[in-house]
C-alpha cells in the first residue's frame, strides 16, 4: 500500500518566518503534487513535480522532488499571513486506479 | 476563481430528506470525481466517473448515488443520509482519468457544505 506521511501536520509561526513541510513515503512515485486549501474552499494545485531532483519555485514557495521520487518538501520562505491553510502533498497511486493518494495535511497558521 | 462549480456551497437537511449536490466544469475534462473531506483531514475519495461512466466506487454507502448526465455534469444525490455523513463534498475533474494517472492533476469545486441534522 502506497502510504505519503505529511509532516508536521500543525504549524503556528509569525509573519517573516520561514518554513518547510515534509512529504515522504517510502514507494516510488511518478509525480507528487502540493495543493493548498483554504478554510471554507477546495484544494488548489501548486505545482507538479515529475523529474527526480527537480526544484521548482513559485514566488517564496520553493517545492523539491527528491532524487529517488520518494519524497517532497515545501519551503516558505518570509511567511506571510495569506499563506494560513491546508497544505497537501499527493501522487498518483501506482496501481493505476484513479485514485490520488493525499498526505494528511499540514495545517499552517502565520500569524500577523 | 476555479472553473469548476458546486452547488448548493451549503446545505442543511435532516436524515429523511432527499437532495442533491451539482457539479459542473466547462474545461472539456472527461474525468470527474466526488471527494468526502472531514475538517482537517485529506479529502476521500468516494466516485470517479471517465467518460460519462462509473469507473471507480470506493465503497460508498448506497446513500449516496452519483450520476454523469453529461460530460460536464456530475451529481451526488444523497438519502437517508446519517449525521456522521457532515461534511465537505467536493467535486474535481481532470482532463482525462489516462492523464490524471501520470500527473495527478486534479481541478477541485469550492466544495459543498453539508450539514445532517
Known amino acids: 500500500t502506497q502510504l505519503l506521511e505529511q509532516s508536521p501536520q500543525f504549524l503556528s509561526i509569525q509573519e517573516g518566518e520561514n518554513l518547510t513541510v515534509y512529504c515522504n513515503s517510502s514507494s516510488v512515485f511518478s509525480s507528487l503534487q502540493w495543493y493548498r486549501q483554504e478554510p471554507g474552499e477546495g484544494p488548489v494545485l501548486l505545482v507538479t513535480?515529475?523529474?527526480?531532483?527537480e526544484v521548482k519555485k513559485l514566488k517564496r514557495l520553493t517545492f523539491q522532488f527528491g532524487d529517488a521520487r520518494k519524497d517532497s518538501s515545501l519551503h516558505i520562505t518570509a511567511a506571510q499571513p495569506g499563506d494560513t491553510g491546508l497544505y497537501l502533498c499527493?501522487?498518483?497511486?501506482?496501481?493505476?486506479?484513479?485514485?490520488?493518494?493525499f498526505g494528511q495535511g499540514t495545517t499552517l497558521q502565520v500569524k500577523p | 476563481d476555479t472553473e469548476v462549480t458546486q452547488t448548493p456551497k451549503h446545505l442543511v437537511m435532516g436524515m429523511t430528506n432527499k437532495k442533491s449536490l451539482k457539479c459542473e466544469q466547462h474545461?472539456?475534462?472527461?474525468?470527474m470525481y466526488w471527494y468526502k473531506q472531514k475538517a482537517k483531514k485529506p479529502p476521500e475519495l468516494m466516485f470517479v466517473?471517465?467518460?460519462?461512466?462509473?469507473?471507480i466506487n470506493e465503497s460508498v454507502p448506497s446513500r449516496f448515488s452519483p450520476e454523469c448526465p453529461n460530460s460536464s455534469l456530475l451529481n451526488l444525490h444523497l438519502h437517508a443520509l446519517q449525521p456522521e455523513d457532515s461534511a465537505l463534498y467536493l467535486c474535481?475533474?481532470?482532463?482525462?482519468?489516462?492523464?490524471?494517472?501520470?500527473?495527478?492533476?486534479?481541478?477541485f469545486g469550492e466544495g459543498s457544505r453539508l450539514t445532517v441534522l
Open positions: 499527493a501522487g498518483a497511486g501506482s496501481s493505476n486506479t484513479g485514485k490520488l493518494i
Open positions: 466517473y471517465s467518460y460519462e461512466k462509473l469507473s
Open positions: 474545461m472539456g475534462h472527461r474525468a
Open positions: 513535480v515529475v523529474t527526480g531532483g
Open positions: 474535481a475533474s481532470s482532463q482525462e482519468l489516462a492523464a490524471f494517472l501520470n500527473t495527478g492533476e486534479l481541478f
